[in-house]
């Protein structure tokens, strides 16, 4: 007779579930039996729960579809949760099954004991407990239906002697499982009100985030009707930078000084897609359109005058025929002109320096945006390999960018890769990572050589948590608990098994990065970078001016002269405060 676990892998593999990321244990025993049993959905197994969740999450982001991902009774599927954060902040749908200690110890402080329904709800859109073998496939179709519909987690809970039940006939039959597609745009009148507001206006700025993707062409077009410039959040950079006559980069902490430029001088800023949430950074002036699928997002982060609920390319569809094109084209030529510029200096830094050690990142980023193919799937740390991958990364349609943009955790970019390259073992893929992040779940490197997975991880190794000395030297704080012990982490790779390369040269890295990514298998690139390279936002506040001017006074004082020279000597190529 057929147990629990056994009809729960059944309606996994009848929804199109193909693999499950997790580690075993006792309490997921009958859950791994039913895999083995099965056959047909492959166990991906990974070092650490945390690897499995943020797996999952770049295996849903990059196919839209539903991810898997399972840990054990108490400490096993609390290292799930930080991944989880991540796929849940990042909106897209994993299914997470948690295993539970036996239900009549729940309450005595058993072995391992947690309160998964609890620990849970913050980072999901549904977290139940199957307490009965009659209640699980009812349950797991509704968490697998609110993963889908709602973008985001959902967590199954299940005790483990739920998992070994047997279930000759169950009462509730769950069919395929899949997305439903519906057209979602506001009502005439309040389009009319934004067609009025828009046609008034000649002064418009595009704020896009994720939500348009799928929706480039329309937003292209859109910007051409109303000669407005395009800022693109982070999450945005993959659907609109490329292809985009109108694009003047970003805006934010990691942004361009075109796209804050942009933004400060539009009389309407229309929004698409994003919940950019750094409220600094919005106009204090404007007239602000915000186009979201979430209601609950609109006005959030700014005052809206006019929300409009609807998906941006249903909601653009709608829009267009009600709108005038424009004629006055100076705001759009002004920030075009201002990205140019921008982006030159941007570009300036990331040129081949062949005498220059330790080697910039900026070179790191672009050098391998240019080797990699096509249709590769970058992944980052959060830190300062985000700042490069926004700045330097080429998008084209076909490549992909994921990240911890949302949920801000270090230690995603090996494991995201671990995810995207376990969609497509075909499709290269690259990691970007921090010497930090990439520590933090170091033995994840073993999980590329036991799944076969030929990820090229680029560390970007400064020997110190770059960005987070930035913030303190923003604040005008010296730096302190920031220092990294220096790791060569090509030795590390090789003595786990794989192929590595230590860059220590300019000159060395383009050969270094040709063989890495021709290599046919997994690889690591370990480049030693400037630790005291500069990410300036596109705007500096009195404050932070402030900052640097105290951080210059007090590490003197302290003692440190070294590293002020150090910084002004890596920094000499750009102005530090405008």
């Known amino acids: 007779m057929p147990t629990v676990a056994q009809h729960i892998i059944s309606a996994l593999e009848g929804s199109g579930i193909a693999r499950v990321y997790g580690l075993p244990g006792d309490s997921l025993n009958g859950f791994t039996d039913a895999i ?23 295996d849903a982001a990059l196919t839209g579809g539903l991810a898997v991902c399972v840990g054990s009774c108490g400490p096993g599927n609390l290292h799930l949760i930080n991944g989880l954060f991540d796929a849940q902040r990042t909106r897209v749908p994993v299914l997470a099954i948690a295993a539970q200690i036996p239900l009549d110890e729940v309450g005595s402080q058993y072995f391992q004991e947690t309160h998964p329904q609890e620990l849970f709800r913050e980072c999901s859109v549904y977290c139940e407990l199957v307490s009965k073998p009659e209640m699980a496939l009812r349950i797991v179709e509704m968490a697998m239906r609110s993963a889908i519909e709602q973008r985001g987690v959902a967590v199954v809970v299940v005790p483990g002697e739920v998992f070994l039940s047997q279930l000759s006939d169950p009462d509730w039959k769950i069919g395929p499982v899949l997305a439903t597609r519906s057209v979602l745009r506001p009502a005439h009148e309040p389009l009319r009100q934004a067609a009025d507001m828009l046609n008034r206006s000649t002064r418009i700025t595009i704020l896009a985030g994720a939500g348009c993707a799928g929706a480039h062409d329309e937003v292209v077009d859109l910007a051409g009707t109303l000669g407005a410039p395009i800022v ?60 979201d699928i979430d209601g609950s997002h609109i006005g959030r982060r700014a005052h809206v005058d006019l929300g409009l609920l609807g998906t941006v390319k249903d909601t653009i569809s709608a829009l267009r ?112 990572a921090g010497d930090g992040g990439l520590t933090m779940l170091f033995g994840e490197l073993v999980t590329l050589k036991q799944n076969r997975l030929p990820v090229k991880v680029i560390v970007f190794n400064n020997s110190s948590l770059g960005f987070v000395e930035l913030e303190m030297k923003a604040a005008g704080i010296v730096n302190f608990g920031t220092d990294l012990a220096a790791v060569d982490f090509a030795a590390v790779a090789r003595a786990v098994g794989l192929f590595a390369q230590r860059v220590e040269q300019p000159a060395d890295l383009n050969a270094a990065l040709e063989v890495a990514f021709a290599h046919d298998g997994p690889a690591v690139i370990d480049v030693v970078t400037a630790r005291q390279e500069l990410t300036i936002p596109p705007t500096i506040t009195a404050e932070q001016v402030k900052g640097f001017s105290l951080y210059a006074i007090r590490t003197i004082l302290a003692g440190r002269g070294d590293e002020l020279l150090d910084l002004v000597s890596t920094n000499v190529a750009r102005r530090i405060l405008d």
Do not use: C
Request: charged share 25%; glycine share 8%.
């Open 232 to 291: 693109h959040a982070l999450r945005g950079k993959e659907h609109l930078e490329y292809d985009n006559p109108y694009d003047v980069g970003m805006t934010g902490l990691l942004g361009f000084a075109s796209g804050y430029k942009a933004i400060k001088e539009a009389d309407v800023l229309l929004m698409l897609g994003t919940d950019f949430p750094y409220r600094q950074f919005y106009p204090t002036a404007a007239t602000i359109i915000q186009v």
């Open 321 to 432: 025929p009600l709108l005038s094109p424009a004629f006055e084209r100076d705001h759009l030529d002004r920030a075009l002109k201002h990205y140019r510029r921008t982006r030159k200096s941007l570009d300036d830094l990331a040129v081949n320096d062949r005498d220059r050690t330790p080697i910039r990142p900026e070179y790191v980023a672009r050098l391998a945006s240019q080797l990699a193919s096509d249709d590769a799937v970058f992944t980052y740390d959060v830190g300062t390999p985000t700042i490069w991958a926004a700045r330097y990364l080429t998008m084209n349609g076909r490549r992909r960018l994921i990240g911890s943009a949302t949920h801000g955790s270090m230690a995603g970019a090996l494991s995201h890769a671990i995810g995207a390259q376990t969609v497509d073992r075909g499709r290269q893929v690259v990691a970007l």
């Open 36 to 58: 083995r049993r099965s056959g047909r959905i492959a166990w991906e197994h990974v070092r650490h729960e945390e690897a499995a969740a943020f797996a999952a999450a770049a």
